[in-house]
């Protein structure tokens, strides 16, 4: 999940090493979750008023009729 995140939001992945039993990973990649959630809160703020300008717009074309 976390390197298909990385396509598209490279920030709110972080890498690192780590160890799994015997194993030695050079590579891991995680995402945060807490930045997550402000990366998408802000997306639906931005939405929102796309919206509102929309709605404004459509508004003021119906009353030129």
Do not use: H
């Amino acid at each position: 999940v976390a390197q298909e995140a990385e396509l598209v939001a490279p920030r709110l992945v972080s890498q690192r090493a780590g160890k799994l039993g015997s194993l030695t990973f050079y590579d891991l990649r995680s995402v945060d979750p807490s930045d997550l959630v402000y990366m998408l809160v802000n997306g639906m703020q931005e939405q929102q008023r796309t919206i509102e300008g929309l709605q404004a717009r459509i508004t003021a074309l119906e009353s030129k009729q």
